[in-house]
Protein backbone atom coordinates (compact mmCIF):
# COMPACT_ATOMS: atom_id res chain seq x y z
CA UNK A 1 0.00 0.00 0.00
CA UNK A 2 1.32 3.27 -1.13
CA UNK A 3 0.29 6.34 0.74
CA UNK A 4 1.37 8.85 -2.06
CA UNK A 5 -1.47 10.65 -1.64
CA UNK A 6 -0.19 12.08 1.42
CA UNK A 7 2.62 13.80 -0.87
CA UNK A 8 -0.25 16.76 -1.96
CA UNK A 9 -0.35 17.47 1.79
CA UNK A 10 3.46 18.20 2.39
CA UNK A 11 3.27 21.74 2.34
CA UNK A 12 1.05 21.89 4.98
CA UNK A 13 2.33 18.69 6.99
CA UNK A 14 5.55 21.09 7.07
CA UNK A 15 3.54 24.21 8.68
CA UNK A 16 1.95 21.83 11.58
CA UNK A 17 5.07 19.77 11.69
CA UNK A 18 6.73 23.19 12.45
CA UNK A 19 3.95 24.74 14.72
CA UNK A 20 3.82 20.73 16.86
CA UNK A 21 7.80 20.87 17.19
CA UNK A 22 7.63 25.18 18.42
CA UNK A 23 4.92 24.35 20.79
CA UNK A 24 6.37 21.83 22.32
CA UNK A 25 10.07 23.26 22.29
CA UNK A 26 8.50 26.30 23.72
CA UNK A 27 6.88 24.63 26.92
CA UNK A 28 10.77 24.13 28.40
CA UNK A 29 11.46 27.61 27.81
CA UNK A 30 8.05 28.80 30.08
CA UNK A 31 8.24 26.28 32.40
CA UNK A 32 11.78 28.01 33.07
CA UNK A 33 10.90 31.25 33.11
CA UNK A 34 7.47 31.60 33.53
CA UNK A 35 7.44 28.24 36.05
CA UNK A 36 4.52 27.08 33.65
CA UNK A 37 3.57 24.36 33.30
CA UNK A 38 4.83 23.23 36.91
CA UNK A 39 7.84 21.16 37.38
CA UNK A 40 10.91 20.39 38.16
CA UNK A 41 12.68 23.07 36.04
CA UNK A 42 10.02 25.78 37.28
CA UNK A 43 11.76 28.90 37.68
CA UNK A 44 15.03 27.83 37.41
CA UNK A 45 15.57 30.22 34.09
CA UNK A 46 15.31 33.17 35.92
CA UNK A 47 18.73 33.47 38.01
CA UNK A 48 20.48 33.18 34.67
CA UNK A 49 23.37 31.43 36.39
CA UNK A 50 23.70 28.29 34.72
CA UNK A 51 23.80 26.13 30.97
CA UNK A 52 20.30 24.83 31.65
CA UNK A 53 19.41 28.86 31.75
CA UNK A 54 20.93 30.24 28.78
CA UNK A 55 19.23 26.78 26.77
CA UNK A 56 15.86 28.19 28.09
CA UNK A 57 16.05 31.35 27.01
CA UNK A 58 16.66 29.92 23.83
CA UNK A 59 14.09 27.32 24.22
CA UNK A 60 11.37 30.72 25.00
CA UNK A 61 12.52 32.81 22.26
CA UNK A 62 13.17 30.23 19.28
CA UNK A 63 10.46 27.98 20.44
CA UNK A 64 8.21 31.08 19.73
CA UNK A 65 9.90 32.37 16.80
CA UNK A 66 9.41 28.99 14.89
CA UNK A 67 5.27 28.15 16.41
CA UNK A 68 4.61 31.24 14.27
CA UNK A 69 6.92 31.23 11.83
CA UNK A 70 8.83 34.22 11.67
CA UNK A 71 13.05 33.79 11.11
CA UNK A 72 12.53 30.19 10.91
CA UNK A 73 15.25 28.93 9.58
CA UNK A 74 17.93 30.86 11.72
CA UNK A 75 15.42 30.33 14.68
CA UNK A 76 15.71 26.50 14.07
CA UNK A 77 18.87 26.18 13.31
CA UNK A 78 20.28 28.25 16.52
CA UNK A 79 18.07 25.52 18.02
CA UNK A 80 19.05 22.50 16.57
CA UNK A 81 22.84 23.24 18.02
CA UNK A 82 21.50 24.32 21.56
CA UNK A 83 20.19 20.49 21.62
CA UNK A 84 23.07 19.01 19.92
CA UNK A 85 25.28 20.76 23.12
CA UNK A 86 22.32 19.88 25.62
CA UNK A 87 22.95 16.42 24.49
CA UNK A 88 26.84 15.72 24.48
CA UNK A 89 27.13 18.23 27.89
CA UNK A 90 24.33 17.17 29.90
CA UNK A 91 23.21 13.61 28.72
CA UNK A 92 25.88 11.63 27.01
CA UNK A 93 28.18 12.00 29.78
CA UNK A 94 25.66 9.96 32.53
CA UNK A 95 25.06 7.55 29.92
CA UNK A 96 26.09 6.36 26.46
CA UNK A 97 22.77 5.30 25.32
CA UNK A 98 20.04 7.93 25.25
CA UNK A 99 17.62 6.40 26.37
CA UNK A 100 19.31 5.75 29.31
CA UNK A 101 20.48 8.85 29.75
CA UNK A 102 17.28 11.13 28.52
CA UNK A 103 18.76 12.75 26.12
CA UNK A 104 16.33 10.99 23.40
CA UNK A 105 14.32 14.03 23.13
CA UNK A 106 17.26 16.55 22.90
CA UNK A 107 18.61 14.27 19.90
CA UNK A 108 15.17 14.65 18.31
CA UNK A 109 14.65 17.90 18.39
CA UNK A 110 18.51 18.01 17.16
CA UNK A 111 17.61 16.88 14.08
CA UNK A 112 13.77 18.22 13.99
CA UNK A 113 15.20 21.47 14.05
CA UNK A 114 18.12 20.60 11.30
CA UNK A 115 15.32 19.95 9.46
CA UNK A 116 13.12 22.81 10.27
CA UNK A 117 16.08 24.97 8.94
CA UNK A 118 16.63 23.37 5.63
CA UNK A 119 13.26 22.88 4.55
CA UNK A 120 11.71 26.41 6.26
CA UNK A 121 8.26 27.44 7.45
CA UNK A 122 5.84 26.12 5.21
CA UNK A 123 2.81 27.91 3.70
CA UNK A 124 1.44 28.75 7.14
CA UNK A 125 3.89 30.89 8.51
CA UNK A 126 4.68 34.55 9.44
CA UNK A 127 7.86 33.87 7.16
CA UNK A 128 5.59 32.76 4.12
CA UNK A 129 3.53 35.56 4.49
CA UNK A 130 6.49 38.26 4.31
CA UNK A 131 7.71 36.60 0.95
CA UNK A 132 4.53 36.46 -0.24
CA UNK A 133 4.85 40.03 -2.73
CA UNK A 134 1.52 39.81 -4.26
CA UNK A 135 -1.22 42.29 -3.42
CA UNK A 136 -4.46 41.67 -1.63
Known sequence: MQFTWL????????????IVVGLLFL??????FL????????????AMDNPAAIAG???????LLVTIGLFTRPAAFL???TMAAAYWMAHAPQNPFPINNGGDAAILYCFAFLYLAAAGAGPWSVDNRLEDKTPR
Open 7 to 18: SRYEPQLLSIFR
Open 57 to 63: LIELVCG
Open 35 to 46: SFPPGEYAGMGL
Open 27 to 32: QHGTQK
Open 79 to 81: ASG
